[in-house]
């Protein structure tokens, strides 16, 4: 969209394309990989919860809200730091009970020995 603005100005050739290229670098240079392994900076654990939600499911129906009950499962997170000297980035993964429970305080976590690969999923969405 913003490619679509740049473009729909009365601008020479060289202004667009230095237009799109620092956009292009703005939208890319925060993207990094994030950290495989670490040591474990925090656990934290959240219950199963339910919660309510107000809505209407039919949008003709503007009047006539029902209320809708959902359950957010618990949830065992793990948030681990990078080791590597110089580097300093956090992590946090969603995990199982069982790697949650066999993990301390100052552990070394390493993703890649995990027995599945969603744990960077949040499905609380």
């Not at 392994?37 to 934290?44: E, F, I, M, T």
Request: charged share 30%.
């Amino acid at each position: 969209m913003l490619v679509l603005f740049v473009i729909r100005f009365k601008m020479n050739k060289l202004q667009k394309v230095l237009g799109i290229g620092a956009l292009i670098l703005a939208l890319t240079s925060g993207c990094s990989k994030p950290i495989k392994s670490g040591r474990v900076v925090d656990k934290q654990y959240e219950p199963q919860r339910e919660y309510s939600v107000r809505q209407s499911h039919d949008p003709r129906l503007l009047g006539f809200l029902q209320y809708d009950t959902y359950t957010d499962d618990e949830d065992f997170i793990i948030i681990f730091k990078s080791d590597k000297e110089g580097e300093n980035k956090t992590r946090t993964v969603y995990v199982n009970k069982e790697v949650y429970d066999s993990l301390k305080l100052n552990d070394i976590f390493d993703t890649s020995k995990l027995p599945f690969e969603d744990f960077d999923q949040d499905y609380r969405k």
